[in-house]
């Protein structure tokens, strides 16, 4: 069975400084891919990175990074200089060999001005 | 950039009562999927459909729902009879359906349904 545990239900920061949210999933499956999306107050899901299971280089865009640890199934992600316009629900999602998607319970980030 | 998108972005209904829910995935996109999202919850895999047949289903998909490819376009999840408990954001998700499943799901923006 998968499951994604994101341990944080609820992160404040004050704007301007680094957040990490946190993300460890559980497969069996050799081959798979790690994702992080953002949710908005609009709802819809914003698709930030995937990752697959072969790959673990850790990536920065912008202000986003990810730190991807297969030796403690963990696929951390960190908003550097955070913003209000950061403020959102992320969840971090696992799929295995083009199967569905099994979200984790996401972690609602509130950046204060 | 092509997306997916659904339609209505919010149906109200009442109990009891049918509901069709309309996506439309990305044009060249062969896997579709349904997942839903109870408020203030983790989005939840319902469905997903290939070659005109489901593929996968999970345990909250049962007998009162149901999916249909009905034209090259269009995706639909039905709802036969709601509960107050179908309450939820649905979304689509497409992916093109590359050699060994690398390719990402493409998520539509949602819709919110509201069964009173």
């Known amino acids: 069975a998968q499951k994604v545990t994101q341990a944080q239900t609820e992160i404040s920061v004050v704007e301007k400084e680094d957040v990490t949210l946190d993300c460890v999933y559980e497969?069996?499956?050799?081959?798979?891919?790690l994702f992080w999306y953002k949710q908005p107050p609009s709802g819809e899901l914003v698709f930030l990175i995937r990752?697959?299971?072969?790959?673990?280089q850790n990536e920065i865009s912008g202000r986003y990074s990810w730190n991807f640890q297969k030796s403690t199934s963990s696929f951390n992600f960190t908003i550097t200089a955070s913003q209000v316009v950061d403020s959102a629900v992320y969840f971090c999602a696992l799929s295995a060999y083009g199967q569905n998607f099994v979200f984790g319970p996401g972690t609602r980030l509130s950046v204060l001005p | 950039e092509p997306e997916v998108t659904q339609t209505p972005s919010h149906q109200v209904t009442q109990m009891g009562q049918e509901v069709i829910l309309r996506c439309v995935p990305i044009?060249?996109?062969?896997?579709f999927y349904w997942y839903r999202q109870i408020l203030g919850q983790k989005v939840e895999f319902l469905v997903s459909?290939?070659?005109?047949?489901?593929?996968?289903k999970s345990e909250i998909f049962d007998d009162q729902f149901s999916v249909e490819r009905p034209d090259g376009s269009n995706f639909t999840l039905k709802i036969r009879s709601t509960k107050l408990e179908d309450s939820a954001m649905y979304f689509c998700?497409?992916?093109?359906?590359?050699?060994?499943?690398?390719?990402?799901?493409?998520f539509g923006p949602g819709t919110r349904l509201t069964v009173l």
């Open positions: 044009s060249n996109h062969l896997y």
């Open positions: 998700a497409s992916r093109v359906g590359l050699a060994g499943g690398s390719d990402t799901q493409y």
């Open positions: 990752r697959n299971s072969f790959d673990e």
């Open positions: 459909f290939y070659n005109n047949e489901i593929s996968e």
């Open positions: 497969t069996r499956d050799t081959t798979y891919y």
